[in-house]
C-alpha cells in the first residue's frame, strides 16, 4: 500500500519488518505527560469500527487508532496474526511512532486478550487506564460459545449479521464512514487476514493467555483506572434468532437450543464484565443496555463516557 491512499490524518509507521498504519485524531500533546487515547480493535476489525467514537471526544484530547498487520492501510506481517504476535506489533508501533505519552487504552472484544498480552509482554508502566468494551475476558470460551455452530450454521446461515444484530440500522457513523467500514470489509485483502484471525488464532489465544496466570497478580494495573462495558449479547442472538427463523431455518430442536442459549447468555456476561473488575483498585462497570457487541458503533456516548471516567479518576501522580 502507498501512502498516496492515506488520509491527512494517517501514516506509515515502519515496525522493522513492515509498516502498519496509524491515524492521529485531535491536537497534539502539550506535554509527554499528557495522557493519549488509544483504540485497540477487535478481531477482524480495522480503525474504522471507532469513527463514532473519535468524534465525540473532548476536542483537546489526542488519540489514535491504527490498522493491524494486513487490515486496509497496514502492511501484511510475516507473522502469523496471534495475539502474541499482534501485542507485539503494537509495541513497536508505538516505539516507532513514537508515542511516550501515557495511554489510555480503548479495546473492543477480542482486544481484552490482546491488551493482556501486551501488559504480560511490557507490563503497565505506559498504561494510564483502561476502557474494556464488551471485551473478552480470558475465561470466555470457557463459559460462552460466541462461534456455536447451530447458531451459525443452522439457525443463522445465509443471514447478514450486521442487519440482523441491528448494528447497519442503529449505527451512529456517517453515511460515508458506514460505506468505508462496508467497503473495506468487502476486499480480499480484509478476508485473508479475518480468516487468520478469527478462525486460526481467535480461540487459541484463550488458553494462551491463560497460561500465564496474568489473573493471579490482581490488581494487574494497580490503582489506574479501569471502565469496563458489557454489551447485550442477547440483543445479537435474538436477531440472528428471528432472521434465522424468518428465512425457515432450523428445526424445533435447534431453535429451542438457541432460546435457551439467549435467555442466558447475558448473566453468563455478566460474570465475565464482572472479573475485568479487579484488574484495578479503581475500577466501574456500566451496561449498554440498548447495545449488542458493537457499542462504540449504537452508542459510542458510552464508551466516550468511559474515556471522561478514566480521565476523572486518574492518580494525582498522574
Known amino acids: 500500500m502507498t501512502s498516496s491512499i492515506l488520509p491527512l490524518n494517517g501514516r506509515l509507521v515502519d515496525i522493522g519488518s513492515h509498516s502498519l498504519a496509524l491515524y492521529s485524531h485531535g491536537p497534539e500533546p502539550s506535554s509527554s505527560k499528557d495522557p493519549v487515547v488509544l483504540f485497540v480493535s477487535g478481531v477482524a476489525s480495522d480503525a474504522l469500527n471507532w469513527q463514532a467514537v473519535v468524534r465525540l471526544l473532548p476536542p483537546s484530547l489526542r488519540s489514535y487508532t491504527y490498522d493491524r498487520s494486513g487490515y486496509r492501510n497496514s502492511q501484511s506481517s510475516p507473522l502469523v496474526p496471534s495475539a502474541e504476535n499482534i501485542a507485539l506489533e503494537l509495541s513497536l508501533l508505538i516505539e516507532k511512532a513514537p508515542i511516550p505519552n501515557p495511554l489510555i487504552i480503548v479495546g473492543h472484544s477480542w482486544a481484552g486478550v490482546l491488551i493482556h498480552e501486551f501488559i504480560a509482554l511490557k507490563g503497565t508502566s505506559q498504561i494510564a487506564g483502561l476502557v474494556l468494551v464488551d471485551a473478552n475476558h480470558e475465561t470466555a470460551p470457557l463459559v ?4 456455536d455452530p447451530i447458531l451459525w450454521n443452522a439457525i443463522a446461515a445465509d443471514v447478514e449479521p450486521y442487519a440482523a444484530w441491528g448494528v447497519e440500522a442503529e449505527h451512529q457513523l456517517t453515511q460515508e464512514e458506514w460505506d468505508a467500514f462496508k467497503a473495506a470489509e468487502s476486499t ?24 500465564k496466570k496474568l489473573s493471579e497478580k490482581q490488581p494487574l494495573v494497580g490503582d489506574k483506572p479501569v471502565y469496563v462495558i458489557g454489551g447485550t449479547r442477547s440483543r445479537d442472538w435474538n436477531g440472528l434468532y428471528k432472521a434465522g427463523v424468518a428465512k425457515g431455518n432450523g428445526t424445533e430442536d435447534q431453535r429451542s437450543y438457541v432460546r435457551e442459549m439467549i435467555r442466558t447468555v447475558d448473566e453468563k456476561s455478566k460474570g465475565l464484565m464482572e472479573k475485568f473488575l479487579k484488574l484495578s483498585t479503581r475500577s466501574e462497570l456500566v451496561f449498554a443496555t440498548e447495545s449488542g457487541h458493537f457499542v462504540q458503533m449504537t452508542q459510542p456516548d458510552i464508551v466516550v463516557n468511559g474515556v471522561n471516567w478514566v480521565l476523572d479518576n486518574l492518580p494525582a501522580s498522574s
Open 144 to 147: 460462552i460459545n460466541v462461534d
Open 188 to 211: 480480499e485483502k480484509y478476508k485473508l487476514i479475518a480468516q487468520k484471525e478469527d478462525v486460526e488464532q481467535y480461540l487459541p489465544s484463550f488458553a494462551t493467555l491463560r497460561k
